[in-house]
């Protein structure tokens, strides 16, 4: 079982990996095309965010956390759960069809909504690119559906990897782009020159990639061999269980999405304030919008997407098993394990963000070193989320292992009460330069308070899980990250990352070139510190990857 497990994590640590580099590609490609702290890149990525957003808001929870313990139960019916399966994915086709369509009735009040502020030439654009891109919203939920059949009967890897091809189609699509229409920092990209070419190969390919993303997972499903196909009639299978206990995963999402829309709200507030000038020196100071943040947020997401939810997968069903055998000892074992393991890496990353923030920020920029100097504050903010998003994200699996989605629903109330609050503050009381700073703040502090209301709540429920020795290897996991954070800012000083005419700052080669030397540096260090901490918690990281090589 352990062994199984590591292979499993390891394949979708390896996809998830690799999709993630792939993101920082495609991420570098869309500064280096339309820019970051820009009007367009602002337009754009709002456009491109919101469909996800939507999607998650109205059936993500519901997809993500609810269907797999169902699933796993039917798979021990005679025909291996093929007729509840084909009957779900019809069922969810016919939904998502439906939510789509509605939503792209409603696209210029959404845009009008979620880009306050905005001048009218700033909202027609966002509303054609929205036209292009709200169409995702079918196809993430096709990809969630299709995927978590998939991980129900043990096949982790396609649902990890498909995202690869995804961002396979929008590096070439991005290529082309910056070959035909010329880089952001030699040529302007703004509302009066923007053409059709332009949203061809930036908007609609990007719609094409995440529909690629989907339908490339009908291929593992078809080599499971279910013989799934169209199955209409739903009334017996036993979706009710799953109907009561997505009512509560419903609620707990739309409550989440809702008060992180109105914090996405606020930081696309200072795109309306920004001068649409050229970058340059002498030129007013750049301002953060949506496209800054969510580079940031990729950045501080990263540990968690790589490590903390490829083990978090296989936790969940490992737990949900447990639950289901009443085996108290197991679930809390696979948690207090995972919650250990996964700080080896998410702490680290939290320090190596922070020390080169800075250097990020330039590679993230455009090419324009004060964009890089504001999407690097903002990196830094934002990093001391990082450890906990993890931690509170495992925290709440352990409630929906045992089909309690009531709990969840309480915590992410509480939490989203103070993320709305903290939205409306700073969108009354910041000026529109000092928004995105607050908001980066409030995706930090949410976390933090995600964890601890779930840790009393699990206390309360199972007992001790053994948080003493959590709390304790994360004390020396900090310790040796520390160590290393303060060997890669030597690195970065040498390297002239601390001046501003330094080798980081020369553009986004000399700044990646920094990142590289700097982060073998870090890594070498931590190596040799969690030995001398005495971190045992670092073999357990290592063993999917040793399982993985060794097969």
Not at 307 to 332: H, K, P, Q, Y
Not at 430 to 437: A, K, L, T
């Amino acid at each position: 079982m352990q062994k199984s497990g590591a292979r499993a994590s390891a394949v979708m640590a390896s996809g998830t990996l690799v999709s993630r580099i792939l993101g920082f590609v495609k991420t570098f490609l869309i500064t280096v095309a339309i820019g970051s702290a820009a009007t367009m890149a602002d337009v754009f990525q709002l456009a491109n965010t919101l469909p996800n957003l939507i999607y998650v808001l109205i059936a993500g929870g519901v997809f993500n956390a609810v269907l797999v313990p169902q699933i796993i139960k039917a798979s021990k019916a005679a025909d291996e759960g093929a007729d509840y399966i084909s009957r779900l994915i019809t069922l969810a086709v016919i939904a998502l069809l439906v939510i789509t369509g509605a939503v792209l009735l409603c696209v210029r009040p959404i845009m009008n909504l979620m880009g306050p502020g905005w001048s009218e030439a700033q909202l027609a654009m966002g509303t054609a690119f929205a036209l292009i891109t709200f169409p995702q919203i079918f196809f993430y939920g096709l990809y969630t559906v299709v995927g978590q059949v998939l991980n129900a009967k043990g096949a982790f890897g396609a649902y990890m990897w498909a995202p690869v091809l995804n961002n396979v189609v929008a590096i070439a699509s991005l290529l082309v782009f910056i070959q035909q229409f010329g880089p952001f920092r030699t040529h302007r990209h703004d509302l009066e020159n923007w053409t059709a070419g332009q949203t061809f190969w930036l908007v609609t390919m990007a719609t094409v990639g995440v529909a690629a993303q989907a339908f490339i997972l009908f291929w593992p499903l078809a080599r499971l061999g279910l013989r799934i196909r169209p199955r209409f009639g739903w009334r017996g299978i036993g979706l009710s269980t799953a109907g009561r206990l997505g009512g509560w995963t419903l609620a707990t999402g739309v409550i989440a999405n809702l008060a992180f829309m109105a914090l996405y709200r606020t930081a696309a507030i200072p795109t309306g304030a920004r001068p649409d000038v050229a970058p340059g020196p002498g030129g007013p100071p750049p301002i953060a919008g949506t496209a800054v943040l969510d580079q940031a947020t990729m950045l501080y997401a990263l540990p968690h997407g790589v490590i903390g939810l490829s083990i978090a997968t296989v936790l969940f069903n490992r737990m949900a098993a447990a639950a289901d055998e009443r085996d108290r000892e197991s679930l809390v074992a696979s948690l207090s394990s995972s919650l250990r393991v996964t700080g080896v890496a998410t702490v680290f990353c939290m320090v190596a963000l922070i020390v080169y923030a800075g250097p990020l920020g330039m590679l993230f920029s455009g090419g324009v070193p004060a964009a890089g100097a504001v999407i690097g504050q903002v990196i830094t903010v934002i990093a001391i989320g990082a450890p906990f998003m993890s931690t509170a994200f495992m925290l709440g699996r352990a409630f929906y292992a045992q089909e309690d989605a009531r709990t969840p629903f309480m915590v992410q109330l509480g939490v989203s009460v103070f993320t709305v609050l903290g939205a409306v503050v700073i969108a009354r009381a910041f000026p529109p330069e000092h928004m995105v700073f607050a908001v980066a703040v409030c995706y930090a502090v949410q976390n933090i308070l995600a964890t601890v209301i779930y840790h009393h709540a699990l206390t309360r429920r199972i007992g001790d899980y053994g948080l003493s020795r959590v709390v304790g290897a994360h004390s020396r996991i900090l310790a040796a990250s520390l160590v290393a954070g303060a060997g890669g800012a030597v690195v970065l000083w040498l390297l002239g990352g601390y001046r501003s005419d330094g080798f980081p700052w020369d553009g986004q080669v000399p700044a990646l070139i920094s990142i590289g030397i700097g982060g073998v540096a870090m890594a070498l260090v931590y190596a040799v510190a969690l030995r001398l901490f005495k971190v045992e918690e670092f073999t357990g990281l290592l063993a999917p990857l040793r399982a993985k090589l060794g097969r």
